[in-house]
């Protein structure tokens, strides 16, 4: 099995900075693409950014030049940095990981964190 962990949400002021980590574990052979979603009340969740095992990556138009993402492969780790926050920014985060996982076949699935909280609010 594989789990997605995500954790660095908060509270913060507008124009401030969070940056959030995905931790994946369990039978994990590699990772390809990772993607932050997030989801604000009444919303549907939207597709914030990806990149891919080769680093590159794509962006939400409303993101651009404020967050940046980033993995580290050897941590099976992935990260988005916000920058220049803003109360539009308030929703729930959640990572979503392709992973090839160990063993016979090297499948590939999809798996998702369960989220984590961002609150921008003076």
């Known amino acids: 099995q594989v789990q997605l962990v995500e954790s660095g949400g908060g509270l913060v002021q507008p124009g401030g900075s969070l940056r959030l980590s995905c931790v994946a574990s369990?039978?994990?052979?590699?990772?390809?693409?990772m993607e932050w979603y997030r989801q604000a009340p009444g919303k549907q969740r939207e597709l914030v950014a990806r990149?891919?095992?080769?680093?590159?990556?794509n962006y939400a138009d409303s993101v651009k030049g404020r967050f940046t993402i980033s993995r580290d492969n050897a941590k099976n780790t992935g990260y988005l940095q916000m920058n220049s926050l803003k109360p539009e920014d308030t929703a729930d985060y959640y990572c979503?990981?392709?992973?090839?996982?160990?063993?016979?076949?090297?499948?590939?699935?999809?798996?998702w964190g369960q989220g984590t909280q961002v609150t921008v609010s003076s």
């Open positions: 369990g039978s994990i052979f590699s990772i390809n693409v």
């Open positions: 979503r990981a392709d992973v090839v996982v160990s063993g016979p076949g090297r499948m590939t699935y999809q798996y």
């Open positions: 990149i891919t095992s080769g680093g590159s990556t």
